[in-house]
């Protein structure tokens, strides 16, 4: 079965700073999705960006892009100058259903 | 336009009780999905719909759990003798079309507590 890891529990970062959450997977397919999507406290998860397996570009959306390292399973999510709105649970996901146990995302003025 | 709505949001039950969730996907979307999240958790897929047809049902944790789409619109997931280990928040999303590789607009959830 494909498996999605995230292993930071917790992140922090300064308002208008960088960060990086990071997000590994298994999968024996050789095309695949790949997903950020964000849960903002009491709030529904929305979709945050999403790259194709096939794609050797990474993904960029505004503030938000990924580092995808197909060789390496590595599918990080960078946000760039980061905004108490960006402050939520993230889950790092894939086309078979799975996702990650989450990052929280601490933004702090 | 509408969201996917889900309803109760919140139900509590007594171990032993049968409970029904309700997902209201949007409008038109073709494919349906239902998770289970657990406090501090990811969300752990349970079923997936396209239209009225289930593919899949290979995250069900036991035969006490079953969830229909009959009309390929509305959906609802049935808990039987509920226990304690049933309480967690159930997410319902949907897609545009049958693809798995599309955004999935998720509803609000259901958070189900079992006493």
């Known amino acids: 079965a494909q498996t999605v890891t995230q292993s930071q529990p917790e992140m922090s970062v300064q308002e208008a700073e960088t960060v990086t959450l990071s997000c590994t997977y298994d999968t024996s397919e050789s095309d695949y999705y790949l997903f950020w999507y964000k849960q903002p406290p009491s709030r529904q998860m929305i979709l945050v960006i999403r790259?194709?397996?096939?794609?050797?570009q990474n993904a960029t959306e505004n503030r938000f892009s990924v580092n995808f390292q197909k060789a390496a399973k590595s599918f990080s999510l960078k946000i760039s100058d980061s905004q108490l709105g960006d402050a939520a649970m993230y889950f790092c996901g894939n086309n078979d259903m799975r996702f990650g146990a989450g990052t929280r995302l601490t933004v702090k003025p | 336009g509408a969201g996917v709505s889900q309803s109760p949001r919140y139900k509590v039950a007594k171990r032993g009780q049968d409970v029904a969730l309700r997902c209201d996907p949007i409008?038109?979307?073709?494919?349906l999905f239902w998770y289970q999240q657990a406090l501090g958790q990811g969300p752990e897929f349970l079923t997936y719909f396209q239209n009225e047809a289930q593919l899949d049902k290979s995250g069900l944790p036991s035969d006490r759990f079953f969830a229909e789409r009959p009309e390929g619109s509305v959906s609802t997931l049935k808990i039987q003798r509920t226990q304690q280990e049933d309480s967690a928040v159930y997410l319902c999303?949907?897609?545009?079309?049958?693809?798995?590789?599309?955004?999935?607009?998720f509803g609000p959830g259901t958070r189900l507590t079992v006493l």
């Open positions: 790259q194709e397996a096939y794609k050797q």
């Open positions: 409008s038109g979307h073709v494919s």
């Open positions: 999303a949907s897609t545009s079309n049958g693809g798995l590789y599309n955004e999935q607009f």
